[in-house]
Antibody
């Protein structure tokens, strides 16, 4: 069974940094594009970052560009999201998602919660 | 950026009846559209991709249609477990791959 398990979410002060991790199992990470999507409390879904399978192509939403970095370690079956200069509006549940050609998103993790507050 | 607009915001339908959800793109996205279902406290689940192809394990009471700018998700016979928020997402012109704001389906 394909699974994605996020971790690393916590309470952080504005301006702080955090690294989210996503460990995958049941499939080979190096064969797939991966995406981070977030959802603020009570709100809709926001696509925030994409990495192709080879990690040679990366994209970011304007709202996080220059502050967040997506990376992966295929040998560890892990995807990461490095988050710097965190703002109040970054408070959300962050989902790690597998990308399929398009990309649409076919397998979702349960999410990890980031709260930015002083 | 392509804007996705879903309607209605909330849909209340008796069990066994048909539910019809709409999604409109601000410009043509061909058939590069996915639908997701999200139940409270759970992550989204892929229902439909390519506007009309059901994902693995999705019951055939869910169907998608449309192309260009106008799309529809139909639940042919609403079950209690279908109570959820449904999101559409375009992946034709990205980044960013944009989502609609969601339609909440309630069982009347």
């Amino acid at each position: 069974e394909e699974q994605l398990v996020e971790s690393g979410g916590q309470l952080v002060q504005p301006g702080g940094s955090l690294r989210l991790s996503c460990e995958v199992s049941g499939f080979t990470l190096s064969n797939y594009a991966m995406i981070w999507v977030r959802q603020a409390p009570g709100k809709g879904l926001e696509w925030i970052s994409y990495s192709n399978s080879g990690s040679t192509v990366k994209h970011y939403a304007d709202s996080v560009k220059g502050r967040f970095t997506i990376s992966r370690d295929n040998a560890k079956s892990s995807l990461y999201l490095h988050m710097n200069s965190l703002r109040l509006e970054d408070t959300a549940t962050y989902y790690c998602v597998r990308g399929r050609p398009g990309p649409y998103m076919d397998v979702w993790g349960k999410g990890t919660t980031v709260t930015v507050s002083s | 950026e392509i804007v996705m607009t879903q309607s209605p915001a909330t849909l209340s339908v008796p069990p066994g009846e048909r539910a019809t959800l709409s999604c409109r793109a601000s410009q043509s996205i061909r058939n590069d559209l996915a639908w997701y279902q999200q139940k409270p406290g759970q992550p989204p689940r892929l229902l439909i991709y390519g506007a009309s192809t059901r994902a693995t394990g999705i019951p055939d009471r869910f169907s998608g249609s449309g192309s260009g700018t106008d799309f529809t998700l139909t639940i042919s016979s609403l079950q209690s477990e279908d109570s959820a928020v449904y999101f559409c997402q375009q992946y034709n012109n990205w980044p960013p791959a944009t989502f609609g704001q969601g339609t909440k389906v309630e069982i009347k």
